[in-house]
């Protein structure tokens, strides 16, 4: 196809955001649904571009569009891109880190914490099913002077520690290697180290990126490690927590809640064990959205592409040579 974009995985209500952007440069946006063969599509619309969600773009489909010049991760976390193969074909790599999404993802894990916290999901079943009263029966620890811990530390961690210290998260520690000591110590938050993080936090919430050295950063010695009452929130990558490790430690009541909004393989299956876990709250990686983050997000994202095909990098290069 002449002057085609592809869309793997498309997911939004429409494309009428991309298309007005896009038409306007004589370029066509080809949607491919996430029940079409990839490699079969891409042959076919042998697109100048291509924007994706949580699909692969590997070095295979890349082999498959010989006019491919940008891929465009519809967000900030690129790592279903193979970043290396782009970048050794002359392919532009970019995200959309700046779609204003902080304050959706961090209310998102700021409601997660409370739903676990007052066991919100469990209150509301039983009333449903005529009961009443039974609260004390499940406890629920103070949180008095609680501690909040802070995997990562970027827009969206910041924007955490600002909603969490409004609930009396006097004391915000973060393990971020990144993270410059004097910003933090403006926003008066206390670096620290992951183990003694596990240890100490109250409430451990997890905002890093995934990468080789990420993946898995929450496993089982470190579950071991936290309180009782230590509640997890990760509205980050699913690839970030060992699943299985939560879930054991859930079941075994090592730790006293949870609240995922992401996972290594989404959707999750049906016997997915966070499924079946005690005061866990799951939501399908939607901490990110609202009306007018998903219209940003794809806004600037069809103007990454815009901006390659006329000649000048994007704004947000990943794959930098």
């Not at 499940?138 to 811990?149: C, D, Q, T, Y």
């Amino acid at each position: 196809m002449a002057n085609a974009i592809a869309i793997l995985e498309p997911g939004y209500a429409d494309y009428s955001t991309e298309e007005s952007i896009l038409s306007g440069h004589g370029l066509k946006v080809v949607p491919v649904g996430p029940h079409e063969d990839a490699a079969s599509a891409l042959q076919v619309i042998n697109p100048l571009g291509v924007m994706v969600r949580e699909r692969a773009m590997t070095s295979d489909l890349m082999d498959i569009c010989p006019r491919l010049k940008i891929i465009v991760r519809y967000g900030v976390g690129v790592d279903n891109i193979d970043i290396e193969a782009a970048r050794s074909r002359g392919i532009y790599v970019a995200n959309v880190p700046d779609y204003g999404a902080e304050n959706e993802v961090s209310d998102h894990a700021l409601a997660l914490y409370l739903a676990i916290q007052r066991r919100i999901p469990a209150r509301d079943q039983e009333v449903r099913s005529g009961r009443w009263g039974v609260g004390q029966a499940a406890k629920i620890p103070s949180r008095e002077n609680a501690m909040l811990g802070l995997i990562g530390c970027g827009r969206i961690g910041l924007a955490t520690a600002r909603k969490f210290r409004a609930f009396g998260f006097e004391r915000i520690v973060v393990f971020d290697p990144f993270l410059d000591p004097g910003k933090a110590a403006a926003a008066g938050l206390e670096l620290t180290d992951l183990d003694a993080l596990c240890r100490d936090a109250d409430v451990i919430s997890v905002h890093a990126p995934l990468t080789a050295e990420t993946r898995g950063i929450l496993g089982a010695d470190l579950f071991a490690t936290m309180k009782p009452t230590t509640i997890v929130i990760n509205v980050a990558r699913g690839g970030l927590v060992d699943e299985t490790a939560l879930a054991d430690a859930l079941n075994a009541g090592r730790i006293f809640g949870a609240g995922i909004d992401v996972f290594e393989q989404e959707p999750v299956r049906a016997d997915h064990p966070l499924l079946f876990t005690p005061n866990t709250v799951l939501s399908d990686h939607t901490a990110w959205y609202s009306e007018r983050s998903v219209g940003v997000l794809q806004r600037n994202a069809a103007t990454e592409i815009c901006r390659v095909l006329s000649g000048e990098p994007p704004q947000n290069w990943v794959n930098r040579w």
